[in-house]
Structures are given as C-alpha cells and as structure tokens.
C-alpha cells in the first residue's frame, strides 16, 4: 500500500464526528474520576473539599467542577502520591525535571505504554513518517520522556528508528548521511545546532542529507524559528506538544495544513484558563493550558495545570480530515515570562521579532537586569554573517525599533559577531535575569 506523506494511524478515531469524540470524552471523563476517588486519597480529600463527588459528573461541562491538579500537588507528595495502581503493575518510570533539579516520577504501565505509542504514531503519521522512512531519535532515552515517546510510536508503523539520543553532533551528521536519515526528532534548537556543525564539516544539510521532515517539542520556538530551519534543513517542520505529566511528547502535534495543533480527544479533555482566577476561558482566549487524561492507567491526571500559555482555536473543521480540536502553538510558559517595569514579556515574543530578521544569525540572549529603579533589558544577537562596525549598529538600531513598537519594551540590542553566543546540546539557555535590587 503506497501510503501518501501525511497520512492517518488510526482514521476511524482521528476522523470520528465531533459527537462520537464527545461521548466517548464523557464516558472516559465519568470512568477516570471514579476511579481516582476510590483509589486515590489526594483526590478524594480534595473533590470533597470541593464538595464534589463522582456521580456529578453527568456532562463533559461537568468537568468545571473538578479540582485543578499542579506540579506543586506533584511535587510535595512525591514519590508514589498520585499513583492509582499498586506498584507492581508499573513497567516503567520517567521524571519531569523540576526547579529544583529533583525529577518528579511518573508511572507506566502496560496499557499506559500502549496508549503513548498510539498517540505518538498518530503523531508521527500526521508528520508524514511512513516505513520507508529512517527516523533518527535525537532527545535522550533516559528518565526524559522525548527518546522513548518517539520510539514507542515509530515501532508502531513500522519505520527504521536510529535512536542516537542527544550531542556528538558530528556523529549525528555522519550517522545521518550514511544511514539516509529521513526525518528528524528532536529539539527545535538543536536542529540549528546541527546544522551549523554540519557546515562547519563540509556538509550543506539542504542538499547533502536526505533529511526532509521534522519533529519538534519539548521547548518554545517561534515562527522565525521554524523558518529559518525549514530553510537550512529544506525540511517540512512539525511542531508536537506533550510532557511527562502527559505520558510525554504526543499529546497534540500539527498537521500538514500547519494551523494549530490536533489534541487527541480520545485521550486528554484541554481547556484553557486564566493562570491567575482558574476561570475557564472561551475559545481564542489566550490563557494556561490544562489537561485531563481520560487513558492513564497508573498517574491519571484531573485539570492538570500545565503552566503552558495557548488558546484552544475556533475552528470546526481541518482539511485535513481529523476532528480533534485544535490548540495554537504554544505562546511561552507562565513561568518563563518576565516582566520589563511592568510590562509581561514572553521569550518567544522577543524570539519572533529578532529572528525574523534576515540579517540575524542562529543565537540570542535575553539579559533582564532588575534595579531598584528600572528594569533594563539587554538583547544580544548574533548576525548571520560578519557585519562592518557601522552595519551592527544599524541592525541593532533597527531590531530596538521593532521590539519597542511591537511589544512596549525598550531594549538595547547588541549586535555580535556569529558563533560568539553560547550554544547548547539540550534545551537552551537564553534567558538570564540578574537580580541587582538587592533584594535577593
Ligand atoms: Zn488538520
């Protein structure tokens, strides 16, 4: 069977009609509280601090009426708190890294294991991965869900896995070119990352690598992000969504049409709410998302708060042919956010601007100096290739400008030299905030 490049794993649940998605929704949603208010003491002290039971659960609308789950309730109830099953049925375990450095452990078992390939082969499918294609793994097979996420959905269909994990970027290259790497998973960043070693051995990604699609998570990256691999790479880029709260990457990913990203409804409810009331916001509006998982089996999740800013999209149908609802790329995180003398910045408002423009190069910095009297906000830029004195102060001058007209900040742009800024393997580091009020 010639299968075409995007195609679906499963069309008899990822084309279903909006009523069938929502009953099954219901029935799942209804089943899942039940049990977490048997088995789960944390849930059921707080549903009844809410004076909720199970049996009102009688509409999807019902949901509302469920408490919010955090990472803090995680966190301090670590490690078995939120577990719904005895132990001895989990076969495996990852961790979320927290804050603090210490992983919070998520559970797997058999069922969990199957439902996260479904979900990533629905994924990947819609990114066009097929069994002819060579999948090179790039995030790490470790407590990290990212390596076995892909694993798990491209055993599914079928498709040749090279699961070479993260760094050894030269390998990468080699490995890439001679095993015909045909798609990429991975970290948005380090695909950039990649490329610049790729050149830096002679190798020209758009033409000496069969590379030719891309999966993309884990982290932010903006629109001039993903141009400007798209464009390196000659690559079509997905961009999947998912966290270890969440069995890991695969809970929603793009399709071909690129206009948002299809959930999958079987398995999750999304809402979106105000990160500061909890109040329940309409479609379009821009606020945290939250997730209920309707097929975990060991750590199901009520209103998990995932601390993630989107919307849910209006939009009734896709061209594509699936019925999930669609989530926007994600905005920033409400914990990266910072605030410039009372202004809220995301990193990937300020990442959209500077990287849309043509002269600017692969990395930036964001430096965030709080005074006592002022914040001041440094932006450092690499130019994509070695500017004249007076040709970096004009690109720096005019970068000020549009950040300053499009998100009422005014920084001061350092334009450097390219390959100066610090690069990384893993998730980037861009962001640096130097506390000087003397406060802290
Ligand atoms: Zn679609």
């Given at each position: ?128 991965l097929t069994k002819r294609d060579v999948l090179q793994i790039t ?67 758009s033409k000496d690598t069969k590379v030719r699609k891309g999966v ?225």
């Amino acid at each position: 069977m010639k299968m075409p490049d995007s195609w679906m794993y499963n069309p008899s649940l990822e084309a279903v009609s909006r009523d069938v998605i929502e009953r099954i929704q219901l029935e799942r949603l209804r089943e899942v509280v039940h049990r977490v208010y048997n088995n789960n003491y944390h849930y059921r002290l707080k549903m009844k601090e809410r004076g909720v039971k199970p049996e009102d659960i009688k509409t999807l609308k019902d949901i509302e009426k469920l408490p919010y789950t955090t990472k803090e309730d995680l966190r301090v109830t670590q490690p078995f708190g939120y577990l719904v099953t005895p132990f001895e049925n989990i076969v495996e375990v990852h961790g979320t890294s927290g804050t603090t450095g210490e992983p919070i452990f998520v559970y797997y078992t058999s069922i969990d294991i199957e439902n996260w390939g479904e979900i990533m082969a629905r994924s990947l499918a819609a990114a066009g991965l097929t069994k002819r294609d060579v999948l090179q793994i790039t995030p790490s097979f470790s407590l990290f869900t990212g390596g076995f996420g892909f694993y798990y959905g491209a055993r599914k269909i079928g498709a040749t896995v090279v699961p070479i994990g993260p760094g050894y970027s030269k390998r990468q290259i080699y490995v890439m070119q001679k095993l015909g790497t045909t798609m990429l998973a991975g970290i948005a960043n380090y695909a950039i990352r990649l490329a610049e070693v790729a050149f830096e051995m002679g190798v020209d990604p758009s033409k000496d690598t069969k590379v030719r699609k891309g999966v993309f998570g884990a982290e932010m990256w903006s629109d001039s992000l993903r141009k400007k691999i798209e464009s390196i790479w000659n690559m079509e880029t997905y961009d999947i969504y998912g966290m270890a709260e969440l069995y890991g990457p695969g809970t929603a990913i793009d399709c071909q049409y690129h206009s948002g990203l299809h959930v999958w409804e079987d398995h999750f409810v999304v809402e979106v709410v105000d990160p500061r009331t909890g109040d329940v916001l309409e479609p379009e509006e821009k606020g945290e998302l939250v997730f209920t998982t309707l097929t975990k089996d060991a750590m199901p999740l009520i209103r998990y708060r995932t601390r993630d800013i989107s919307r849910i999209l209006d939009q009734k149908q896709c061209d594509c042919g699936r019925t999930h609802k669609k989530i926007d790329r994600i905005q920033g995180r409400t914990d990266d956010m910072f605030i410039i003398n009372g202004v809220n910045i995301w990193p990937t408002a300020v990442e959209s601007i500077i990287m849309g423009d043509p002269l600017v190069g692969n990395e930036y910095q964001i430096i965030v100096e709080k005074k006592p009297s002022e914040d001041i906000l440094f932006i450092r830029v690499e130019s994509v290739t070695k500017l004249s004195e007076d040709a970096k102060m004009a690109l720096a001058k005019k970068l000020a400008y549009e950040l300053r007209e499009r998100l009422i900040v005014s920084p001061i742009v350092e334009v450097v030299d390219p390959g100066t800024l610090p690069r990384f393997d893993g998730k980037a580091k861009r962001i640096i905030i130097k506390d000087v009020t003397g406060l802290k």
